[in-house]
């Protein structure tokens, strides 16, 4: 997508070789209108995908998935939660993850009703790394016996070689952006 890779050259930030900030339109500033081009350029991608639901983590896809949402005809969303919280009485599904930039294992969740079998759920996220959320995701959706209709993402870095490992199990994963490298400060797109 065009535009976002622009927006990435000229508002990313490399830290390192392994992780891309995004803050000014993604990660703590929020673009709407980016975003709403976002989410129609998904639903192209997904077009044909009957779509019940459609699955994050908390935070940074939050904003992402319900934009998104408007252009696959308002489907729920859910967001998995990172940490368990006191009001979070019920049942869940759990799946344990690592965290790419804090690097630390943590579990994430949904209750159980919101995750129906049989439903088809399409997982959004901001960034795919090394797959670990994207992964965790599908597990909580395979878990309650519900189908994963499709991952969306918008930035890849696909030298960390998750979408690798999500495409080799059979998940349609789209990308808007596909970082191949970053080096020297420059971020070269696939
Ligand atoms: P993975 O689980 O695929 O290894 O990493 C994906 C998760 O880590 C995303 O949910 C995202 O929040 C975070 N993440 C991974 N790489 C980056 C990065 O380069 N920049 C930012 N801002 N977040 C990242």
């Known amino acids: 997508m065009d535009e976002l890779k622009k927006r990435i050259i000229e508002d990313g930030i490399a830290l390192g070789t392994e992780i891309l900030k995004v803050d000014s339109f993604l990660n703590h500033q929020i673009d709407v209108k980016l975003f709403e081009a976002m989410g ?3 639903a192209d ?3 044909g995908e009957e779509v019940d639901k459609i699955i994050t983590v908390e935070a940074s896809g939050i904003g992402v998935a319900c934009i998104a949402a408007q ?3 308002y489907p729920e969303v859910v967001f ?3 940490v368990s919280p006191n009001t ?5 599904y759990g799946a344990e993850v690592i965290s790419f930039t804090k690097n630390e294992k943590s579990v994430i969740r949904i209750a159980k009703k919101y995750l129906k079998s049989k439903e088809r759920i399409l997982i959004i996220d901001d960034f795919l790394a090394h797959g670990q959320a994207a992964m965790g995701m599908a597990k909580l959706v395979e878990g309650a016996g519900a189908e994963v209709a499709g991952i969306g993402i918008v930035i890849e870095k696909a030298f960390q070689g998750g979408g ?3 495409r080799d199990k059979g998940y349609n994963v789209e990308s808007l952006a596909v970082v191949k490298s970053i080096s020297d400060g420059n971020i070269e797109f696939e």
């Open 40 to 42: 129609e350029e998904f």
């Open 45 to 47: 991608r997904f077009c």
């Open 71 to 73: 252009y696959f005809d």
């Open 80 to 82: 998995a939660k990172k």
């Open 88 to 92: 979070m009485t019920e049942e869940y």
């Open 164 to 166: 690798k490992k999500l």
